[in-house]
């Protein structure tokens, strides 16, 4: 079983929902669940990463280059979107691969955007 940490890209068949069913589609994600659970748990919970672009100025999603420094420490092959309002918690042993990582600084972004995402800050 893969042992991931919390800002780990990792590579899997993530769940999404359509037309009323679930299906799975192998794109990248980051694990943004704790390492106090990563390291007990057998499920992890991962935010989606996608091309798509559309929405990116939300506040719940975060923009990042595949030629900027955060994306290829990440091994993004794309230009992406981290995408904190699509989560999902996965079975470890559906995460094929660790593609990289990004850094704490990032991750702090990142944490802006899940806390808008979840209603965890008030408005602005």
Known sequence: MIEVR???VVL???????ESQVQRKRRPALVVQSDRYNRRRAAVIIAAITSSRAHQELPSKVAVAK????????????????DCQTLATVPREEIVRRLGRFSPEFMRIVDRALEDALGLTPPT
């Open 6 to 8: 919390r800002g780990d």
């Open 12 to 18: 899997v068949a993530f769940p999404f929902v359509s």
């Open 67 to 82: 030629d900027s420094p955060e994306g290829l420490s990440a091994g993004l092959k794309l230009d992406s979107v981290v």
